[in-house]
């Protein structure tokens, strides 16, 4: 190890749970610069990885957020490397790409997306609402760039790339309610707004990967529950951070204004699983990463053992209605064969689960891959690459979404 490298990245990430734009580069120390959101991506894998291998990143509270900082930063530094871009994976003539566009601001919180539209010249497009993973607590939406690049380069679709807020925003007191909250709003704006940019709101798909794959069947399995009132214990349904105008959050659930006609859900974080094994506990490194305390997702006042109905409330599996009930729109569901966070096991689960309920659906496993395979960027320690490794998954979506619009 190169400990003047070490120490000078010590000093300059003192105090900081994230590093500046620019950061030092093994080997050559102020040649490179790295966003977030690459940062924070490499942040998930590497110590959530760390985390399943049982090492012993937790030493206490006081310390815990230097040592996990140093462990990761020195990873990223040995780890990460850039990857030029090929034309077949992102050609900016197939798409127009409008960034950064506010659809809400739930207290005083701006939230964006980044919206493509084809430049094919149909006069309009079926849509795909696409949400990013990191654990509720990690990344934002240029994490998903590639991804997002990639279908707009190789299909006919609309594709909005959401942000949402993060359990750490507003000073650690966003809750997982407030999460959901957003992605129901995100599909209601778009649904809204979308004609703007020629995309067809009654042909609408939901997509995301890790946490935004539970969204994405949030809003499938819960999007009939709203209420203006919010998420409580006496009510245990949604207020969405954006409703058209005019309508009140129980108007749109009894006209099924979150209805979508197709999802895809790769490696779908299990919340209540999640919880079950302490996803809440300070000793969980992903808010020891933001330089948050872990804590109730709900509040400090509500916890799983006493409030466990509030914690099945965000649980898509146990949360899908039988289709003589209501029927659910097709779903693709993609899981890598040595995913150690989402097992390929707890997503069969899941699609066995909606077929016994009488709904459709295909798995579609990814032979050889861990997680995160969709993320921006590359991972040498993981041996990973969005270049090499997200292309034939993506091709997979692709031919999901083709049988379900065109």
């Known amino acids: ?29 102020r040649s490179k610069t790295w966003t977030e959101a690459s940062f924070v991506s490499l942040v998930k894998r590497v110590v959530v990885n760390a985390c399943s291998r049982n090492f012993e990143l937790y030493t206490g509270i006081t310390n815990s957020m230097k040592q996990v900082s140093s462990f990761v930063v020195f990873m990223f530094l040995l780890s990460c490397s850039e990857v030029p871009e090929l034309k077949q994976n992102n050609n900016v003539e197939n798409y127009t790409l409008e960034r950064d566009i506010r659809w809400a601001s739930p207290g005083g919180f701006d939230l964006t997306m980044d919206i493509y539209t084809p430049t094919s010249g149909k006069p309009s497009y079926p849509v795909v609402v696409m949400f990013h993973g990191g654990g509720f607590l990690l990344n934002d ?5 590639q991804s997002a690049a990639y279908l707009a380069t190789n299909s006919e679709y609309v594709i909005c790339n959401v942000n949402y807020r993060l359990l750490s925003d507003r000073d650690n007191t966003t809750t997982l309610n407030n999460i959901v909250g957003d992605a129901f709003g995100a599909v209601l704006w778009v649904k809204d707004k979308i004609g703007k940019y020629k995309g067809d709101s009654a042909r609408l798909a939901v997509t995301g990967d890790s946490a935004g794959g539970h969204l994405s069947a949030m809003i499938v399995n819960m999007g009939a529950e709203l209420d203006s009132e919010g998420f409580s214990l006496n009510s245990l349904r949604f207020l969405p951070s954006y409703l058209p105008d005019g309508e009140s959050a129980e108007e749109v659930a009894m006209r099924n204004g979150l209805e979508v006609q197709a999802a895809i859900l790769s490696y779908p974080y299990d919340f209540y699983a999640g919880a079950v094994e302490g996803f809440e506990n300070v000793t969980n490194p992903l808010w020891l990463v933001k330089g948050a305390i872990g804590r109730g997702v709900f509040g400090d006042q509500f916890n799983l053992l006493e409030h466990h109905q509030m914690y099945k409330a965000v649980s898509p599996i146990d949360n899908i209605p039988l289709s003589v009930a209501r029927q659910l729109p097709p779903q693709l569901l993609i899981v890598g064969s040595e995913d150690p966070l989402v ?16 709904h459709s659906t295909r798995y579609w496993e990814y032979v050889g891959k861990s997680h995160a395979f969709l993320d921006s960027g590359s991972n040498m320690m993981l041996g990973s690459s969005f270049e090499v490794d997200a292309p034939p998954a993506l091709d997979v979506m692709i031919e999901f979404l083709d049988g379900v619009f065109y």
């Open 141 to 145: 939406k240029s994490i998903m760039d």
């Open 1 to 29: 190890m190169n400990a003047l490298l070490i120490k000078e990245v010590e000093d300059n990430f003192a105090g900081e749970s994230v590093p500046p734009a620019k950061v030092v580069k093994a080997g050559d120390p």
């Open 343 to 358: 097992s390929p096991a707890s997503v069969k689960a899941y699609d066995g689960a909606l077929q016994a309920a009488g």
